[in-house]
């Protein structure tokens, strides 16, 4: 079985700053793509940025400039830095990760269980 784990989230004043992690651990081989989404009260969940395992990175328009995605291979976590903060950002932001259980293996996809970011105008 796999776990991830975010860490990060809180309340931050428009224009502020957060920094979101998401540790993955249990039974990997390897990590293909990582990446988070974010999911707004009565809203679908949409892709917020991704990451692939040579560091090849991809962003919504809404959050290009703003928000920087990396990733740690040696401990299988993903960070999101998150810039000039709106309220429109105000959202549960979700961990993705592709994770593959051992060689030969086809990827499988994971969640996190969502951790919430506020922002306040």
């Known amino acids: 079985q796999v776990q991830l784990v975010e860490s990060g989230g809180g309340l931050v004043q428009a224009g502020g700053s957060l920094r979101l992690s998401c540790a993955a651990s249990g039974s990997i081989f390897s990590i293909n793509a990582m990446g988070w989404y974010r999911q707004a009260p009565g809203k679908q969940r949409d892709l917020v940025a991704t990451?692939?395992?040579?560091?090849?990175?991809n962003y919504a328009d809404s959050v290009k400039v703003r928000f920087t995605i990396s990733r740690d291979n040696a401990k299988n976590t993903v960070y999101l830095q998150m810039n000039s903060l709106k309220p429109e950002d105000t959202a549960v932001y979700y961990c993705?990760?592709?994770?593959?259980?051992?060689?030969?293996?086809?990827?499988?996809?994971?969640w996190g269980q969502g951790t919430q970011v506020t922002v306040s105008s």
């Open positions: 993705n990760a592709a994770v593959r259980q051992a060689y030969g293996l086809s990827s499988r996809y994971y």
């Open positions: 990451i692939n395992s040579g560091g090849t990175t």
